[in-house]
């Protein structure tokens, strides 16, 4: 894994920034204008309930619930840019579609709006997809998620308020977990560095760990004497001959 994938471009802050401006902006036409865009929103079951599985996000009754929901887009925007940069558009996209759709199956007849699903799909994405990767940076945002935003753990059940949407948060954390499994991240897969890191690794024929008992006790590998032989042939080949020379005591020595 290399931190490089971590870059900070201008987007990691124009995109959210412009997805928020669009929903002040679609709030800001409503107020002008006096139109009343909830009927856009998701009827749930209804053909022209479809619509608002595109619409809704964009779509909130006051000023309360579109504050509610820009702050925590603009943070949770801002870290899919930054830690998963390669899959930001497409759990966007893809995560306002899947949560819209399953908000239109199991939603109560009324009309569903906000972009609190989207909300839900970005903290479902990036808790479980920081588990999945095992790498510790992404591990660590996982865990600061879930400590800021785990309270919302609460409105995906009924009867907490019935003025929210609770099947438009549990449709966006059913959105996320699906999109974490779907969509891969193979630039946090682990490099291999060490021959012990292979699958295929074996333990038992590996010099150092043969240095170890069953019970972790350093030990020492037996030493196996083996005697060097030599062939028959060399011996045959290359015969030893010895030559006996008398000492001639007697005999005078010339001088130079």
Do not use: C
Request: proline share 5%.
């Amino acid at each position: 894994m290399n931190d490089n994938n971590f870059k900070y471009t201008n987007s990691v802050l124009v995109v959210p920034l412009f997805f928020v401006w669009v929903l002040w902006f679609v709030y800001w036409l409503e107020i002008r204008f006096g139109f009343d865009f909830d009927k856009n929103g998701i009827y749930p079951r209804t053909f022209s309930g479809l619509q608002g599985i595109i619409f809704s996000p964009f779509i909130h009754s006051n000023m309360g619930h579109l504050y509610n929901n820009s702050i925590p887009l603009l943070i949770l925007l801002a870290a899919l840019r930054y830690f998963y940069a390669r899959q930001s558009f497409v759990v966007i996209g893809y995560g306002i579609l899947l949560s819209g759709l399953i908000t239109w199956v199991i939603g109560r007849a009324n009309y569903h709006i906000g972009a609190s699903g989207l909300i839900y799909v970005l903290v479902s994405f990036i808790f479980f997809k920081g588990i999945q990767t095992k790498y510790y940076r992404l591990v660590a945002l996982s865990l600061t998620v879930v400590v800021v935003y785990g309270g919302l753990i609460w409105y995906i059940f009924p009867k907490v308020d019935s003025a929210i949407s609770w099947e438009g948060h549990l449709a966006g954390l059913i959105a996320g977990f699906a999109l974490s499994i779907i969509y891969k991240t193979p630039e946090y897969k682990k490099i291999i560095k060490y021959e012990w890191e292979h699958p295929d690794f074996n333990p038992q024929e590996d010099k150092f760990m043969q240095r170890f008992d069953e019970n972790g006790n350093f030990v020492n590998i037996p030493i196996v004497e083996t005697q060097e032989e030599f062939p028959s042939y060399y011996l045959s080949e290359f015969p030893v001959n010895y030559t006996i020379i008398e000492n001639k005591k007697n005999e005078s020595k010339p001088e130079l």
